[in-house]
């Protein structure tokens, strides 16, 4: 499990290396472009996601002991055909998965010390992590059923589905609704890490099944709600490694024995990033 | 018209969102099957049927990222045939040997049917889709290249065409798509002025030819060009 490998394991000092194992500057967290975009001369741009790339650092380790370098280069030639765990602790302690892709070059600077520079560090797509990145507060986004532009962003694969605005307090939102028929589906895909799903949930709402690529990760859960609560957070899951997902959602035309009807309204999907 | 899904036109038509992906069927003529993509996807539904299992044929199947890229897609909107090209992988496998050698020893893929679908996965339906017969142009240490040929008409690959464009008519006298039943009368000249069955005669009716007989034939007067494309 190369996850398990840590470079930086320690928030600050490391007695066994005489140093700290986290970079100088930290962590730039600079996601390279993987987009499409074209935009007609009078047009409004469009744009469209092509690979799974993740986030790319360029990290420094200035001055620093032998043994902080020593461990550097071979973390570099270790998994240069695999990957391993670092951390910026600096923010937030969030895990990243990948590898050196530059060389990890040490030039000795004066007094024993060394210092290695430049090196760049990309995350690998579709591997597990020891800690998948959970701080929705700041690096999560916000999907709704129609983009800003105000197209169509989820997709009703089965059945007849409705679109419909809505105002919960000065929010307006627009859902994506179903009458619950046995069946019935929407799907929507992201880039992404983890999830959480957002439906409303009330007196009319129904019994949902969540696929997640194609994969039943949750069965039967209850929207019903004796008053009407608008859009609730559902269902999460934060173990999902960063690649192209696509949530999909299906009525199974049963409901909570209370409820009056077997509803299903999409409200939105939070997705990390 | 085959109108697209409700699905497709919303979000294929959006203003944002994720590419769709390339997808890959492939089944050799030894009954070998294949599922490629640009991106590795799993659950998806397939063309082709993949083997079953337990008796039961799956309903979805997971395709491997080995499609490097899409090459030129060419359609004629006419009998010329329609080409594509892949360029797939050749880098997975063992010391032993790469896994496209493995499929090559096999098969080769020569003359092996194929389904391309670009796919819009959240909309679960393709943007578009082709079927041909694929053949490998060019394989080296790194990728392979096959090229793919549309169905249904590729005409190179037919033998032997069942008849020419001819004002003589080419079905024997008297045979079973004849229809005349031979009683012992004189048979036919191969012309329409002597055809017997004259709905079912296959040849060109002109005014250019008189060579059948004395009779001008009663034939159409409308001049064709002959040497007109179709």
């Keep these: ?273 | 018209m085959i109108d697209f899904p409700s699905s497709v036109l919303a979000v294929g038509g959006a203003r944002t969102g994720i590419a769709p992906v390339n997808l890959l069927d492939v089944k050799d003529t030894n009954g070998n099957q294949y599922y490629w993509a640009d991106r590795a996807v799993i659950a998806f539904p397939p063309v082709i049927p993949p083997p079953a299992v337990g008796g039961v044929v799956p309903s979805v199947q997971s395709y491997l990222p080995w499609i490097d890229s899409v090459g030129e897609i060419k359609i004629y909107r006419s009998l010329q045939t329609d080409t594509c090209s892949f360029v797939i992988q050749n880098i997975s496998g063992d010391s032993m040997a790469r896994d496209f050698e493995r499929i090559a020893r096999r098969s080769a893929l020569e003359g092996a049917f194929f389904v391309f679908r670009i796919f819009q996965t959240d909309a679960q339906a393709p943007l578009f889709e082709m079927h041909g017969t694929l053949t490998v142009t060019h394989a080296d240490e790194t990728e392979v290249q096959i090229k793919g040929n549309s169905l249904p008409l590729d005409a190179s690959q037919v033998d032997g065409l069942p008849m020419s464009y001819s004002e003589s008519c080419q079905l024997d006298w008297a045979s079973a798509r004849c229809g005349i039943v031979n009683t012992g009368q004189a048979p036919c000249q191969q012309s329409f002025q002597t055809c017997q069955v004259v709905e079912r005669y296959t040849g060109i009716l002109n005014t250019f030819e008189k060579n059948y007989g004395e009779a001008t034939a009663a034939t159409s007067s409308y001049v064709m060009n002959r040497r007109r494309k179709i």
């Design chain 1, 1 to 273: 499990m190369p996850q398990t490998d840590i470079l930086n394991r320690c928030k600050g000092f490391d007695p066994a290396l005489g140093d700290t194992m986290n970079p100088n500057f930290g962590f730039t967290r600079k996601r390279p472009i993987t987009r499409g975009l074209k935009k007609a001369v009078g047009g409004s741009p469009y744009t469209r996601d092509t690979s799974n790339t993740g986030h790319s650092f360029t990290l420094s380790w200035i001055n620093r002991t032998w043994a902080c370098v020593q461990r550097l280069k071979w973390y570099y030639e270790q998994y240069e055909d695999g990957f391993f765990t670092i951390i910026d602790h600096d923010g937030g302690g969030r895990h990243f998965v990948g590898r050196f892709t530059t060389e990890v070059n040490p030039v000795e600077t004066a007094n024993g010390k060394w210092s290695v520079e430049l090196v760049t560090f990309e995350e690998i797509p579709k591997v597990p992590m020891m800690q998948y990145p959970n701080d929705w507060a700041h690096d999560s986004i916000r999907l709704a059923v129609c983009n800003d532009f105000g197209d169509q962003k989820l997709c009703p694969t089965t059945g007849t589905w409705a679109l419909n605005p809505r105002t919960l307090g000065n929010v307006h939102y627009t859902t994506l609704d179903d009458a619950g028929t046995l069946g019935d589906s929407a799907t929507y895909e992201y880039k992404g890490y983890g999830f959480r799903l957002w439906l409303l949930k009330g007196p009319e709402f129904g019994l949902v099944n969540v696929l997640l690529d194609g994969v039943q990760i949750a069965t039967n859960l209850d929207l019903y709600n004796a008053a009407d609560v608008g859009p609730q957070m559902v269902f999460m899951n934060e173990a999902v490694p960063l690649d192209f997902h696509r949530v999909q959602v299906v009525a199974t035309g049963n409901k909570n024995g209370a409820a009056t009807a077997a509803g299903l309204s999409w409200a939105f999907l939070d997705v990390m990033r």
